[in-house]
């Protein structure tokens, strides 16, 4: 059983900065493709960044590029999203997600949340204008 925890959401005003973190449960991290999600009031759910099994496979959102930065550490099963710069638009409840069979595909990680087959409960970002 998978089990993802987020965590470092929170109350932020427009230009400051946010750290989330997702926690996983099972042996095998290490060799799974992550990703964040986020969604707002009313809208989808949309992809924010992935990262493959090694640190240097990467994939943004353009609407993040540039701001945030995905990371993981497998040493302690954990996945990080620094988010700096952070707009109004900014503002959801961010999800962190496992893509267990990234590893199987040739290109980049993969960023259609139909590909994650596993999720956590959410934390709460909102910029303050």
């Known amino acids: 059983q998978v089990q993802l925890v987020e965590s470092g959401g929170g109350l932020v005003q427009a230009g400051g900065s946010l750290r989330l973190s997702c926690l996983a449960s099972g042996r095998t991290f290490s060799a799974w493709t992550m990703g964040w999600f986020r969604q707002a009031p009313g809208k989808e759910r949309e992809f924010v960044a992935a990262i493959g099994r090694d640190d240097d496979t990467t994939n943004y959102a353009d609407s993040v590029k540039g701001r945030f930065t995905i990371s993981r550490d497998n040493g302690v099963n954990t996945v990080y999203l620094q988010a700096n710069n952070l707009k109004p638009e900014d503002t959801a409840v961010y999800y962190c997600?496992?893509?267990?069979?990234?590893?199987?595909?040739?290109?980049?990680?993969?960023?259609?949340?139909?590909?994650?087959?596993?999720w956590g409960q959410g934390t709460q970002v909102t910029v303050s204008s």
């Open positions: 997600a496992a893509d267990p069979d990234g590893r199987f595909y040739l290109g980049p990680p993969r960023s259609s949340a139909d590909e994650y087959d596993f």
